[in-house]
């Protein structure tokens, strides 16, 4: 057995780039930067609705990752809770156009 082979995000994750969600796990200033970041998509409008899945994939980040930005959303009311099921809920924002 051989040693494992390093992917490209191993080589990059080991050159000291990391991702704003791997810097979230370190950094509470980064993970507020990524509700912001959110935060602001949904002042400009670009959701009509949200789960956690399209936050995930938008912004390239784990589903529980986006789970969780999605409650700190909800707890400052800036979305609400549309249609709540435990596998994938539906949020929308509560800015009216």
């Given amino acids: 057995m051989g040693k494992r082979k390093k992917n ?3 080589n990059y994750v080991s050159k000291g780039n990391r991702s704003i969600v791997k810097q979230a796990l ?3 200033h ?4 990524l509700v912001n970041r ?3 998509d949904l002042k400009r409008g670009q959701f009509s609705y949200l789960t956690p899945y399209l936050v995930s ?6 589903i ?3 789970k969780k ?4 959303l909800l707890n400052e009311n800036a979305i609400r809770v549309f249609s709540g099921g435990r596998r ?3 949020y929308v924002p509560t800015t009216s156009k």
């Fill in 64 to 66: 529980s990752t986006a």
């Fill in 30 to 33: 980064a993970a507020d930067e």
């Fill in 38 to 40: 959110v935060r602001k």
């Fill in 57 to 62: 994939e938008k912004y390239s980040i784990s």
């Fill in 69 to 72: 930005i999605l409650r700190v």
């Fill in 88 to 90: 994938a809920p539906l």
């Fill in 8 to 10: 490209e995000v191993d």
């Fill in 26 to 28: 370190y950094d509470s």
